[in-house]
């Protein structure tokens, strides 16, 4: 839990909005005053979008931001060991050079801010916004 206050609390890099949302209704308002009022849950490929991840907490309390600058969303189609898939979002961060140099990303692929982008699986219960293109 302190964790998750933690986060919460926190303020958001240069070029990020974000909300803690402790309902699907708080997380739509912040999709709307992103993206615009008409704005509707659908999987596509865009460049500006909100990702909304769970966080642990006594019940439910989604981080959600949206990060400035070129980001690449992809639906994905994963493969289990015993042949089983499943369809996946995958998010690329292009550019990371305003990240803390101390997040555990930069540790796992051993490179430093701005050296190269980081992509990562949203689990299946976080949830990726995207505008409605028309």
Same mark, same amino acid.
């Given at each position: 839990?302190?964790?998750?206050?933690?986060?919460?609390?926190?303020?958001?890099?240069?070029?990020?909005?974000?909300?803690?949302?402790?309902?699907?209704?708080?997380?739509?308002?912040?999709?709307?005053?992103?993206?615009?009022?008409?704005?509707?849950?659908?999987?596509?490929?865009?460049?500006?979008?909100?990702?909304?991840?769970?966080?642990?907490?006594?019940?439910?309390?989604?981080?959600?931001?949206?990060?400035?600058?070129?980001?690449?969303?992809?639906?994905?189609?994963?493969?289990?060991?015993?042949?089983?898939? %499943?369809?996946?979002?995958?998010?690329?961060?292009?550019?990371?050079?305003?990240?803390?140099?101390?997040?555990?990303?930069?540790?796992?692929?051993?490179?430093?801010?701005?050296?190269?982008? %980081?992509?990562?699986?949203?689990?299946?219960?976080?949830?990726?916004? %995207?505008?409605?293109?028309?």
């Amino acid at each position: 839990m302190e964790y998750t206050l933690t986060l919460c609390e926190v303020e958001p890099m240069e070029g990020e909005t974000k909300v803690c949302a402790t309902s699907l209704e708080s997380m739509l308002d912040f999709a709307r005053a992103t993206f615009g009022l008409d704005t509707r849950p659908k999987e596509i490929l865009a460049p500006k979008m909100i990702g909304c991840h769970t966080l642990p907490y006594p019940y439910v309390v989604y981080f959600c931001h949206s990060q400035e600058g070129e980001n690449r969303l992809f639906e994905i189609s994963l493969g289990g060991e015993n042949g089983d898939r %499943v369809q996946a979002i995958g998010v690329c961060h292009m550019d990371t050079s305003k990240w803390d140099p101390d997040s555990p990303s930069f540790r796992v692929l051993k490179i430093k801010p701005g050296t190269g982008p %980081v992509c990562h699986i949203f689990p299946a219960d976080n949830i990726v916004w %995207v505008p409605l293109i028309s």
